[in-house]
């Protein structure tokens, strides 16, 4: 079986940003619909993963995702607007995929842009695999690639290790 990739918006492929996250888990006894169902309702979210709060929606709708939705959260200390780029639930035999730029405003050291995208994927054997990737730009991200461990990475690790948690119920 082919497993399915990211789908990057050119100006911000990997290896060309100033930082990349990547993590996976493949977790068996799940579905993509059950983590999905997680993921999308952003009310869930402080539930499984302490680096997210204060999240709110623009137009007051939420708090489930939604195609272009725009809404904020606080994350990492850094006050994040968003808005979805890419939105395609399960579906049997395809991928989902979640995906939203966000953004820190701010002068030229303090701007920061990132996509961020997740893809959930059923394997035979009643697994599903889990993948988080973020590809960021801007001074703040060039500073977080700097840093070992990497804060992305092992903020990610905890965000999707919760994910798999809380769809398990």
């Known amino acids: 079986m082919k497993q399915s990739a990211i789908i990057w918006p050119q100006d911000f ?4 940003t ?3 996250a990547s993590n996976e888990i493949i977790v068996a006894g799940l579905t993509a619909q059950a983590v999905w169902d997680q993921l999308n309702d952003t009310s869930r979210w402080p539930g499984y993963y302490s680096n997210a709060e204060d999240i709110r929606f623009h137009d ?3 708090p489930a995702l939604s195609a272009n939705a725009r809404f904020r959260f606080t994350t990492f200390g850094f006050p994040v607007e ?3 780029t890419e939105y395609v639930p399960p579906v049997a035999g395809q ?3 979640i995906a939203w730029h966000g953004w820190v405003e701010g002068d030229a050291n303090s701007r920061l842009d990132v996509i ?3 893809l959930f ?4 054997g009643n697994r599903v695999r889990i993948l988080t990737q973020e590809s960021q730009k801007g001074v703040p991200a060039q500073e977080l690639a700097r840093t070992v461990p990497n804060p992305m990475i092992n903020g990610h ?3 999707i290790v919760g994910l798999a948690k809380a769809a398990r119920g």
Do not use: Y
């Open 18 to 20: 100033d930082n990349f």
């Open 13 to 16: 492929l990997p290896g060309t």
């Open 116 to 118: 961020h995208a997740w």
């Open 121 to 124: 994927e059923d394997l035979p």
């Open 157 to 159: 690790q905890e965000w």
């Open 95 to 97: 991928a989902a995929r």
């Open 82 to 84: 968003a808005q979805i």
């Open 60 to 62: 007051g709708s939420g």
